[in-house]
């Protein structure tokens, strides 16, 4: 489903030009739990973004679904992150003035669908992740945990092919942590591609790919993939 | 995005600052506000000279002796340089004419107004019956000038209601004599009191027939014809009709000037109606100040909101979504800032109107359009910046809080 080839990205840092991601070519299928591990500056994060079309390389491919979406425009990628990508945060994003329930509506907002149909689905969403009683409460009245469930529901809540969640419990202590990783595999029944950036080996030892990154560079992959 | 959705996120980030939002829409109203005050005093002023020139009669058009190439009073005329008079016998002729209604032949003087032991100077007017009608005057007691010939004095006069309360006090004025120069008239009514109208005191004239005033004053020429015609729509007809008369009456010579009141009302028209535009100008420019503020703190609403932008951005908002959202923003804080000054301003009209009742102070239609489309024009047209700004916005960056 995700097709990297040759990708590089480097970035203008003063007059010198900086690589981050140096021809990566990856592959990942519909359903892969992939864990992401390397020392940090090692381009875990830019691989990420570049994933979720919050970037773009400087060179190479990237087809999803088979679409180069590399040469889409600002529009067309808004839509295909709408559509296809959902993310988790370290630090959650929640909309700090909105409700656990408008905070997981946003990306339904944004992308136009019925209020009833919003309606439906929150609730659904608010019941899976045992939120309901926290429904109308603002980010600032709930745990870390439970920010954390609000912002994969939200991931969730446009159904994507793909969830891409960038240290997922960096914010978290070791318990809450554990749970919220159940949560993220539990997607992986959905046939949900779960691509994880960590640098806890115990979380990224759960991945049945694991990916290591050192400057800019696969450096291995352990695990049973493609 | 639903526009419903819009609206509804950009008033739930409006309400979520309501400090900034509250000094927004309170320098948008000052701006819309203060249009509408200054536009409605101009307008007002306005209205005021439009009734005061209307309480000096309908469908007038005046004949004045002297030739002035424009409208209005000349230079000649103040000097005293007539060519030819205008006699009694032009102004019946004026009559002829089928679109005039009826005339007031005008002749004006100071004279000595005495009785008994007391005297001061008045200023004469001497004309006919039609006055009453032309110059829309009104009659306290008594009768009016006699109607008839306007070859014929007669020693009979009406006083100004002043005049009348200077002279005789409570008693009763009509049927008494009195003394204008070295002859007497009897009083046969006393005006109503009318206060002032365009700077001529109806309450301190004296008006006597015009044949008598030419007696008394030893003249024969007029100083007005005042002539009323039948409707509004025959005016001109009346000027042309006047002037052709007046041609062929004095030899081919024209030597007199025609004017519309319609004209001279024009002119102060388009003086006032400048001077409010101009007033209104000057606090249009109150809202483009606002205008500026707003794109300031839009400007800092941006840079505080980047997370917010960025998460957005993830979340699959295109860019000129979150232009949208802030034009969202910025359109709301202009309609909510244009209803608070439009409120304020009429309110500050009213206050106005309370201060000085003589003035018809009423924000003109055109202001109030004006006041809020340049409200919402400003509020957008700032806005555009900052928006562009947020949709440009790098999102990896933005997320990072850079």
Redesign the interface.
């Known amino acids: 489903m995700i097709q990297l080839e040759k990708v590089s990205r480097s970035f203008t840092v003063g007059d010198q030009q900086v690589a981050a991601l140096r021809g990566i070519d990856l592959n990942i299928a519909a359903g892969d739990y992939v864990s992401i591990m390397g020392p940090s500056g090692s381009g875990k994060s830019t691989l990420l ?1 570049l994933i ?1 079309l ?2 773009r390389p400087s060179s190479g491919t990237y087809k999803l679904d088979g679409g180069n979406v590399t040469e889409l425009d ?2 067309q ?3 295909v ?3 296809k ?1 959902g ?1 988790v ?1 370290q630090a959650f ?1 929640l ?4 409700t656990a329930a408008m905070n997981i509506e ?2 339904m ?4 669908i019925a ?1 009833a149909e919003r309606k439906k689905r929150v609730e659904k969403l608010l019941e899976n992740y045992g939120l309901m009683d926290r429904a109308d409460h603002r980010p600032d009245q709930l745990s870390g945990g439970q920010r954390q469930r609000v912002a994969i529901a ?1 991931a969730t809540s ?1 159904h994507p092919a793909v969830l891409l969640a960038d240290e997922p419990t960096g914010n978290l202590d070791q318990t809450t942590g554990k749970e919220v990783i159940d949560l993220l595999e539990q997607l992986l029944e959905q046939n949900v591609a779960l691509i994880m950036v960590t640098h806890d080996p115990v979380i990224g030892s759960r991945a049945k790919r694991q990916i290591h990154m050192v400057d800019g560079q696969i450096i291995s992959e352990t695990g049973s993939g493609t | ?2 526009l419903a ?1 819009v609206a509804q ?1 950009a008033s ?2 409006l ?2 600052n309501p400090t900034r939002t509250l000094l927004m829409i309170l320098a948008m109203s000052i701006g819309v506000a203060s249009v509408v005050v200054l536009t409605a005093l101009g307008e007002g002023a306005r209205l005021y000279v439009v009734n005061q020139f209307s309480s000096l009669g309908t469908n007038l058009v005046i004949v004045l002796p002297g030739r002035t190439e424009t409208a209005g009073i000349g230079p000649g005329m103040l000097l005293g340089q007539i060519p030819r008079e205008i006699t009694l016998d032009d102004a019946e002729a004026i009559l002829r004419s089928r679109a005039v209604k009826r005339i007031a032949p005008l002749t004006v003087g100071t004279a000595t107004l005495s009785r008994d032991a007391l005297n001061r100077e008045v200023v004469v007017l001497g004309s006919t019956s039609d006055l009453l009608e032309v110059r829309h005057m009104s009659l306290g007691i008594g009768k009016f000038l006699p109607p008839g010939d306007i070859h014929e004095s007669a020693s009979v006069c009406v006083l100004g209601n002043q005049m009348k309360r200077e002279l005789f006090g409570n008693e009763q004025a009509v049927g008494q004599w009195v003394r204008l120069g070295d002859r007497g008239f009897r009083v046969i009514g006393v005006l109503g009191e009318q206060g002032e109208s365009m700077g001529m005191r109806t309450d301190e004239l004296v008006i006597i027939p015009v044949a008598s005033a030419h007696q008394l004053f030893n003249t024969s020429g007029l100083f007005r014809i005042m002539i009323e015609a039948k409707s509004r729509d025959v005016i001109d007809q009346v000027k042309h009709d006047a002037e052709q008369i007046m041609f062929q009456r004095h030899n081919g010579e024209k030597d007199v000037t025609v004017i519309t009141q319609d004209a001279v009302l024009a002119t102060f028209d388009r003086i006032l109606t400048a001077l409010t535009l101009a007033v209104g100008g000057i606090a249009a420019i109150s809202l483009a100040v606002a205008g500026v503020l707003i794109m300031n703190v839009m400007l800092i609403a941006v840079a505080q909101r980047v ?2 932008i ?12 979150i232009r949208a959202l802030f034009f969202a923003e910025a359109a709301l804080l202009s309609a909510v800032g244009s209803v608070v000054g439009l409120a304020l301003g009429y309110a500050g009209s009213m206050l106005v109107g309370k201060i000085y009742p003589s003035l018809p102070v009423s924000p003109p239609w055109w202001a109030v359009l004006a006041a809020c489309g340049i409200a919402m024009g400003t509020g957008i047209l700032f806005s555009v910046w900052p928006a562009r700004r947020a949709a440009q916005l790098d ?2 960056a933005a ?1 990072a809080g850079r």
């Open positions: 973004n979720g919050l970037d600002d529009v990628q808004a839509r992150r709408s559509e990508i993310f945060f994003h909309v700090p003035r909105l946003l990306p907002i944004l992308a136009g209020p939200r446009m | 995005m639903r959705d996120f739930g980030s309400r979520g997370k917010e960025g998460l957005l951005k993830a979340l699959g908002a295109p860019g000129r979504q999102p990896v997320l």
